[in-house]
């Protein structure tokens, strides 16, 4: 139940957007964001393409429309005439989409850049929807964070398990193994382990219940590790004090280097269906405001100690998801 | 690319950089390679690869990496690009004024379509890996398991086995045994799962297996059916076997993924719907992807499907699916590589 209501308040935050931004239709090609606006749990199989859309959003529709090989996965609440089979003939799925969005005025927004797309809407104004879909995110109702915060369980439920398995010569594999059968969910990537020198990082990510998890920390291998943990919870909430509703994103990355975290890599990321923005790359110079709302893992990595820890962005001081270091 | 006419590739797919590069990015589903961009370009004469193997970040920023992408792009005025963010691609097609672009697809799937020896020993690798760690699970499918349990336990075995990659959910779920179990189905269609769930087993539960995970850059695909804490119908089995055969028959340089739909469906049987779920297929290709061309029994039709002409090399995953009110169903997959003289397989029979 309480899914469902997670994915109606997504939807409701689109069609609100898509009002703002007077879109008329969004057309989605990118899974995950495919995933947050119509509550679908998978609308794509593997090699169909990518170039495009697998779900329509039509203004004021009271549901996604979801092109899609896996219907078990649909909400139960969607109309069942707004679910239809993929169609590998991307022509007739191209001439699908062109006669929904003739349904409706407005500019039709996309995730994807796709000239067959834009050949099959001729005389329709194309715009990104990526500032529209950035806005439906955040901020995030009470309901997804909680779905959030119980992937983030399973996550670090996963890493411990593995990080209680790091001893002398054992295998990188042994270490991911103990995280996929401590896990209730399914990878969001690859289980990541790194060994420099002593300290092995770890990271897990996956999927509960179409939300994310994501869980990283650093393990000696018969080495205290007390130092660099206090190290890095040091630099962890110099970034976490900054990270208020506004906020600029250069603002964490210069709260991070000034704590020693390390000149490269992501220090902190946005979480929901997947891995969001805000990007905060240390490599990059880019700058975006907070919102407040937003789920943000902040991680960053102070001499070669890197752990995880996520928060809900406020207008004041950010509310933590997980444990206190 | 001399055949597409492509001039240059653009290429954001982690497996068409693979494949056309021998660069392996980072594995993730979609956000999670958001999260880490690459690209590279391919030319005739050099490749540019962006945040992979040491070289310099992918940018986020669309102008910058449009830019990027355009300077290696040069003076090539048909372009295959890959998926592009949409101010990426808008940016970059103001980028190169005077190029056209369009769909990498002709390039990249073209050239994957027929497997090297180097390439079938991979495949054979990542299969028997996979049929290893779930021959390891199946004592494990007994009452009380949830779905879910088993693909946890299933990833660890792979993992053991060195294998990560998880190129998509690991399908261990009970087949409906009703249609009203499977009010989802499409019409016309057979009722079928695709997602585990929370689900607790019961004895007598037919779980379909579908598993496929990336094992040295190239893609296994093992299915079965296996009956929870019971013996399993050898009515159903019996039927999906004569289907599997009479495609098999079929399967030789010069036919078409006509004939083996056909065979299909004699062998079928008439007056029953199409023995695979809608909108799947009777059969795919597979390779650096873990679905790939051809792709036979979909909305593609019959005239597409008598222009997918069978040619040594290609490698086919055949896939139907047997359902019978009441009784269940039973779904397992066969990988083939057609050779010379008919075919090879390189997947174990189903347990």
Same mark, same amino acid.
């Given at each position: 139940?309480?899914?469902?209501?997670?994915e109606?308040?997504?939807?409701?935050r689109?069609?609100?957007?898509?009002?703002?931004?007077?879109?008329?239709?969004?057309?989605?090609?990118?899974?995950?964001?495919a995933?947050f606006?119509?509550?679908?749990?998978?609308?794509q199989?593997?090699?169909?393409?990518?170039?495009?859309?697998?779900?329509?959003?039509?203004a004021?529709?009271p549901?996604?429309?979801?092109?899609?090989t896996?219907?078990?996965?649909v909400?139960?609440?969607?109309?069942?005439?707004a679910?239809?089979?993929?169609?590998?003939?991307?022509g007739?799925?191209?001439?699908?989409i062109?006669?929904?969005?003739?349904e409706?005025?407005?500019?039709?927004?996309?995730?994807?850049?796709?000239? @067959?797309? #834009? &050949? =099959?809407?001729a !005389?329709?104004t194309?715009?990104? /929807?990526t500032?529209l879909l950035?806005?439906?995110?955040a901020?995030r109702?009470?309901?997804?964070?909680?779905?959030?915060?119980?992937?983030?369980?399973?996550a670090?439920r996963?890493l411990?398990?593995?990080g209680?398995?790091v001893?002398p010569?054992v295998?990188?594999a042994?270490l991911?193994a103990?995280?996929?059968?401590?896990?209730?969910?399914?990878p969001?990537a690859?289980t990541?382990?790194?060994?420099?020198?002593?300290?092995?990082?770890?990271?897990?990510?996956?999927?509960?219940?179409?939300?994310a998890?994501?869980?990283?920390?650093?393990?000696?291998?018969?080495?205290?590790?007390?130092?660099?943990?206090?190290?890095?919870?040091?630099?962890?909430?110099a970034?976490?004090?900054g990270?208020?509703?506004?906020a600029?994103?250069g603002?964490?990355?210069? @709260?991070? #280097? &000034? =704590?020693?975290? !390390?000149a490269?890599?992501?220090? /902190?990321?946005?979480?929901?269906?997947?891995?969001?923005?805000p990007l905060v790359?240390?490599?990059?110079?880019?700058d975006?405001?907070?919102?407040?709302?937003?789920?943000?893992?902040?991680a960053?990595?102070?001499g070669?100690?890197?752990?995880?820890?996520?928060l809900?962005?406020?207008?004041?001081?950010?509310?933590w998801?997980?444990p206190?270091? | 690319?001399?055949?597409a006419?492509h001039?240059?590739?653009?290429?954001?797919a982690?497996?068409?950089?693979?494949?056309a590069?021998?660069?392996?990015p980072?594995?993730?589903?979609?956000?999670a390679e958001?999260?880490?961009?690459?690209?590279?370009?391919?030319?005739?004469?050099?490749?540019?690869?962006?945040?992979?193997?040491?070289?310099a970040?992918?940018?986020?920023?669309?102008?910058?990496?449009?830019?990027?992408?355009?300077?290696?792009?040069?003076?090539?005025?048909?372009v295959?690009v890959?998926?592009l963010?949409f101010a990426?691609g808008?940016?970059?097609?103001?980028a190169?004024?005077?190029?056209?672009?369009?769909?990498?697809?002709?390039?990249?799937?073209?050239?994957?379509?027929?497997?090297?020896?180097?390439?079938?020993?991979?495949l054979?690798?990542a299969?028997?890996?996979?049929?290893?760690?779930?021959?390891?699970?199946?004592?494990a499918?007994?009452?009380g398991?949830r779905?879910?349990?088993?693909?946890g336990?299933?990833?660890?075995?792979?993992?053991?086995?060195?294998?990560t990659a998880?190129?998509?959910?690991p399908i261990?779920?009970?087949?409906p045994?009703?249609?009203?179990?499977?009010?989802?189905?499409?019409?016309?269609g057979?009722?079928?799962?695709?997602?585990?769930?929370?689900?607790?087993?019961?004895a007598?539960?037919q779980v379909?297996?579908?598993?496929?995970m990336l094992?040295?850059g190239?893609?296994?695909?093992f299915?079965?059916?296996?009956?929870?804490g019971?013996?399993?119908?050898?009515?159903?089995?019996?039927?999906?076997?004569?289907?599997?055969?009479?495609?098999l028959?079929?399967c030789?340089p010069?036919?078409?993924?006509?004939?083996l739909?056909?065979?299909?469906?004699?062998?079928?049987?008439?007056?029953?719907p199409?023995?695979w779920p809608?909108?799947l297929?009777?059969?795919?290709?597979?390779?650096?992807?873990?679905?790939?061309?051809?792709?036979?029994?979909?909305?593609?039709?019959?005239?597409?499907?008598?222009s997918?002409?069978?040619?040594?090399g290609?490698?086919?995953?055949l896939?139907p699916?047997?359902?019978?009110?009441?009784?269940?169903?039973?779904?397992a997959?066969?990988?083939?590589?057609?050779?010379?003289?008919?075919?090879e397989?390189?997947?174990?029979?189903p347990?």
């Open positions: 139940m309480t899914a469902g209501v997670a109606r308040t997504r939807y409701a689109v069609q609100a957007a898509m009002a703002r931004h007077g879109v008329g239709a969004l057309l989605i090609a990118t899974p995950h964001l995933t606006a119509s509550g679908a749990r998978r609308v199989v593997a090699g169909s393409g990518g170039t495009v859309p697998w779900v329509v959003v039509l004021g529709a549901s996604a429309v979801v092109f899609t896996d219907p078990d996965g909400p139960p609440w969607m109309p069942g005439a679910v239809e089979p993929l169609r590998w003939d991307r007739a799925q191209l001439a699908r062109a006669a929904l969005v003739a409706v005025d407005g500019t039709v927004a996309c995730d994807v850049f796709a000239p @067959a797309l #834009r &050949a =099959a809407l !005389g329709r194309l715009v990104d /929807a500032p950035a806005e439906a995110v901020p109702a009470a309901v997804e964070v909680e779905a959030v915060a119980r992937a983030l369980v399973v670090r996963a411990d398990a593995s209680r398995a001893t010569g295998a990188t042994e991911a103990r995280a996929a059968e401590h896990s209730a969910g399914f969001l690859e990541m382990v790194r060994r420099a020198g002593d300290l092995v990082q770890l990271e897990v990510s996956l999927y509960v219940a179409g939300h998890g994501v869980a990283g920390d650093t393990v000696g291998c018969d080495v205290d590790v007390s130092d660099r943990r206090r190290a890095w919870a040091e630099a962890l909430c970034v976490a004090s990270a208020r509703d506004g600029s994103t603002a964490l990355r210069a @709260a991070a #280097r &000034a =704590a020693g975290a !390390g490269t890599g992501l220090l /902190a990321h946005g979480l929901g269906v997947g891995i969001e923005p790359d240390l490599a990059a110079d880019d975006a405001p907070l919102r407040a709302g937003t789920i943000l893992v902040v960053p990595d102070v070669g100690f890197r752990a995880t820890r996520a809900v962005v406020t207008e004041r001081a950010p509310r998801i997980e206190a270091p | 690319m001399a055949d006419g001039e240059a590739l653009v290429l954001t982690a497996g068409a950089v693979r494949y590069t021998g660069v392996a980072p594995h993730g589903d979609a956000s958001a999260a880490r961009p690459f690209a590279a370009v391919v030319r005739a004469d050099r490749i540019a690869l962006f945040g992979l193997d040491g070289a970040p992918f940018p986020r920023d669309a102008t910058r990496a449009a830019g990027a992408l355009a300077d290696a792009v040069g003076d090539a005025r048909r295959g890959d998926r963010p990426l808008e940016t970059l097609a103001r190169l004024p005077r190029a056209e672009l369009v769909g990498a697809e002709a390039s990249v799937l073209a050239a994957r379509a027929v497997k090297t020896a180097d390439e079938l020993a991979l054979r690798a299969q028997a890996a996979n049929e290893a760690a779930v021959a390891e699970i199946l004592p499918i007994v009452p398991v779905e879910i349990d088993l693909t336990r299933f990833l660890a075995a792979m993992a053991r086995r060195g294998v998880c190129h998509v959910e261990w779920c009970v087949v045994r009703s249609a009203s179990d499977a009010p989802w189905t499409f019409p016309g057979l009722p079928y799962r695709e997602l585990t769930s929370e689900r607790v087993l019961a007598g539960d379909m297996i579908d598993t496929g094992h040295g190239y893609m296994s695909d299915g079965c059916t296996w009956t929870c019971a013996a399993p119908d050898p009515g159903l089995r019996a039927r999906w076997e004569g289907i599997v055969d009479a495609v028959a079929e030789r010069g036919r078409t993924g006509a004939a739909h056909a065979a299909a469906l004699a062998a079928n049987g008439s007056g029953r199409a023995p809608v909108p297929y009777l059969a795919h290709g597979i390779g650096i992807g873990g679905v790939e061309p051809p792709f036979i029994g979909t909305d593609l039709g019959r005239a597409a499907e008598e997918m002409v069978l040619v040594p290609m490698v086919l995953v896939e699916y047997v359902w019978e009110a009441g009784a269940g169903g039973y779904r997959e066969v990988m083939v590589a057609i050779t010379d003289g008919g075919y397989r390189l997947s174990a029979p347990p």
